[in-house]
């Protein structure tokens, strides 16, 4: 069965301050996908990236940046310089197979504070 | 374009009773997945629909059902609430079924409080 882990239930930073989000994934698919969602406390949300299991490339965007090593079954997100308006719960996602019928199993989530 | 909406944002209902939640998908899109989440569980997938059909469901109870219309709207019913049902409902979009393809857009959610 799938899972995901996300052992870091709150994180506080203050700003300019770089972090790293930490998510570890089971799976005994060699087809995949991960994914990184953030809800701010508006409640929705937001898409963040989306990697596939053949594509261990890194992914920089900005200031976020994502490291996905099957080795070790991680796809580790980093915030550089964080800001005030980063602070959200942040979500590391899988979904098995490569169908139409992919679903997706989420971590606990890590909720961020970044302090000014 | 316009995003997906939820509608109501927030519910507050009786144990015993039975409510009706509603999601409008962004224009084009075709399929519709919700998702609980609370506190103890995190988030949990429930049921997605494509084209008017159920095409995939999570582990929950018969309690929680849904359909889809024509024009891709959904609904979402949750009858004889209990207690645990507290959560926020979320309605996800996509062009196609399945996270994979195309993945998901994310409503604001509804929150029901069940008193």
């Known amino acids: 069965a799938q899972k995901v882990t996300q052992a870091q239930t709150e994180i506080s930073v203050v700003e300019k301050e770089d972090v790293t989000l930490d998510c570890v994934y089971e799976t005994r698919d060699t087809t995949y996908y991960l994914f990184w969602y953030k809800q701010p406390p508006s409640g929705e949300l937001v898409f963040l990236i989306r990697?596939?299991?053949?594509?261990?490339q890194n992914e920089i965007s900005g200031r976020y940046s994502w490291n996905f090593q099957k080795s070790t079954s991680s796809f580790n997100f980093t915030i550089t310089a964080s800001q005030v308006v980063d602070s959200a719960v942040y979500f590391c996602?899988?979904?098995?197979?490569?169908?139409?019928?992919?679903?997706?199993?989420f971590g606990k989530g890590t909720m961020l504070l970044v302090s000014p | 374009k316009a995003g997906v909406t939820q509608t109501p944002r927030y519910l507050i209902k009786t144990r015993g009773q039975q409510v009706t939640l509603s999601c409008s998908p962004i224009?084009?899109?075709?399929?519709v997945s919700w998702y609980q989440q609370t506190p103890g569980q995190g988030l949990q997938f429930l049921f997605e629909?494509?084209?008017?059909?159920?095409?995939n469901k999570g582990n929950f109870p018969g309690r929680f059902s849904g359909r889809q219309f024509s024009n891709s709207r959904s609904e979402m019913n949750v009858s004889t609430l209990e207690l645990g049902d507290s959560a926020l409902y979320l309605c996800a979009s996509s062009p196609a079924t399945g996270v994979n393809n195309y993945g998901y857009t994310f409503g604001s959610g509804t929150r029901l409080t069940v008193v």
């Open positions: 224009s084009g899109h075709r399929s």
């Open positions: 996602a899988l979904s098995e197979g490569d169908s139409g019928y992919s679903t997706l199993t």
């Open positions: 990697r596939n299991s053949f594509d261990e």
């Open positions: 629909y494509f084209s008017e059909t159920q095409r």
